[in-house]
């Protein structure tokens, strides 16, 4: 095979490829409502004139002893990656209801590891339009990224930008070192402080992008040095015992709420000298402190964590695919009741959050763990997993609405994926001037989200009606 067909897949995006287990599948699952409604023809032409133009969305994962190659499928079949779909209505149910079923049904069915590991799913008729189910394995790319080719594939999205070979193979070397070793020099005597001396063996690690670990002695030095970095991340208090968290069961249910006009939180954040981002996730909080109030349990004082993504890549590099972020652990006070109340504690932790270390942590044991046999990486990614109850991500989408063969885009959701046995993934996605929320989850922990989800906007309100009783011309301390 020549150069051009067959590829090394970087450290990252293989863990992520391997990531896959029993209960929770790796993929991104995004829903597209479109008014009017397309064709299966249409939206194949459009994909095979549009999106075939990334290397990526034609190539196979083929997993090798040392870990995965990415390699052109010469069999590729269109008519296997889009596909029509028909939601089989029950008596009683929403055409959405059925459209969420269907979407909770796809998140917990693997992909084909034969062919190319995306497929697009086409509902020709849906609530006067038409609805596109979305499944992109993360190994492909993080949220950032696909937000971008999915924006790219709208009418007058642009191509992707030509590039050599050369820097193809720099996308997935060198950014390492610009990405996540440079930020840390003013950092490097205070992250030795607080992780020990394996987060300065683990970067020298990370340095040498093209030299994998072989051999039993090297691969058991590399995991200690893991084991240093993780300590820090083992030091952290377990999550407060809910009913959200424990053993998944492996099926998936979704749900997500109608957008909230972004200009309003605005100016509730402004008005509470917040961020758009405290108020949006102290009604995350909120709402699910509610909901476990009505079902009879006391969440007073409890805390859980959510893993944030972190972006650690230029946005205009987007375009290049891969995963490049990394984690952070943010405290949701769920325990506490006063909306008010609420917000400043969520602005309080991610201030906490800002300028640290962790992020850059979590992404270099992504990089490590990618060079393990699975039964090392579980292990090393189960610690994320026993201090989270939720996966949760905030992505900004285009201000105006987009069109799509001509169609308008009239509203987006995509549902995050969560590894190990975490149960809940929450996405928040801002698009044509909108703010909506989305909630997966599994039904053994969570089996009706949309009681999570249809909290929200009242959540909102309390915000808003508390912010419109502020005096005029002052600003909340």
Not at 389 to 398: D, E, I, K, L, S
Request: contains cysteine; glycine residues 10%; charged residues 20%.
């Amino acid at each position: 095979m020549t150069a051009h067909e067959q590829r090394r897949m970087s450290r990252v995006d293989t863990a992520w490829l391997r990531m896959d287990n029993d209960v929770n599948l790796m993929m991104i699952v995004g829903v597209w409502l479109l008014q009017p409604g397309i064709t299966l023809a249409m939206l194949r032409e459009r994909i095979a004139t549009r999106l075939l133009k990334y290397e990526r969305f034609r190539h196979k994962a083929v997993v090798d002893a040392m870990g995965a190659n990415w390699v052109e499928d010469t069999a590729f079949d269109i008519t296997a990656q889009v596909v029509a779909e028909k939601l089989p209505k029950k008596r009683g149910q929403t055409e959405r209801q059925a459209l969420q079923l269907r979407c909770g049904e796809l998140a917990a069915t693997p992909l084909d590891p034969g062919r190319p590991l995306w497929q697009f799913h086409l509902v020709e008729r849906y609530e006067g339009g038409s609805a596109i189910i979305a499944r992109i394995h993360h190994c492909i790319g993080d949220g950032i990224a696909l937000i971008s080719v999915m924006n790219s594939i709208t009418d007058g999205g642009n191509d992707p930008p030509q590039r050599r070979q050369a820097d193809e193979d720099e996308a997935d070397g060198d950014w390492l070192s610009d990405a996540v070793l440079k930020p840390l020099t003013g950092l490097a005597v205070k992250a030795i402080d607080m992780y020990g001396s394996g987060v300065a063996k683990s970067i020298e690690a990370l340095s040498h992008p093209q030299q994998p670990l072989q051999g039993g002695r090297e691969l058991a030095k590399a995991g200690l040095q893991v084991a240093s970095d993780l300590a820090a991340l083992a030091l952290m208090a377990d999550d407060s015992p809910t009913r959200l968290k424990g053993k998944p069961v492996g099926r998936k249910v979704v749900a997500w709420s109608e957008p909230m006009p972004l200009d309003v939180v605005k100016v509730v954040g402004k008005a509470l000298n917040c961020s758009i981002n405290d108020v949006l996730l102290a009604c995350v909080s909120g709402a699910i402190g509610g909901w476990l109030r009505e079902l009879g349990d006391d969440p007073g004082g409890a805390e859980i964590r959510a893993m944030v993504p972190v972006n650690l890549r230029p946005l205009e590099k987007a375009w290049q695919l891969g995963n490049r972020f990394g984690l952070a652990p943010l405290v949701l006070p769920i325990g506490i009741a006063n909306p008010i109340e609420r917000v400043y504690a969520v602005r309080q932790r991610m201030d906490q959050l800002k300028g640290s270390y962790q992020p850059l942590l979590a992404f270099g044991v992504l990089a490590v763990t990618g060079l393990f046999i699975k039964p090392v990486q579980d292990l090393v990614l189960g610690l994320f997993a026993k201090k989270t109850t939720a996966v949760m991500t905030n992505v900004p989408g285009p201000k105006e609405p987009l069109k799509f063969c001509g169609s308008t885009l009239r509203q987006t959701m995509f549902w995050v994926p969560a590894s190990g046995d975490v149960g809940v993934g929450v996405s928040i996605l801002s698009y044509g001037g909108g703010v909506q929320f989305g909630l997966i989850t599994d039904a053994g922990l969570c089996p009706e989200p949309q009681a999570i989800i249809d909290r929200f906007e009242p959540e909102f309100q309390q915000l808003l009606l508390l912010a419109l009783m502020l005096p005029w011309g002052d600003a909340a301390a």
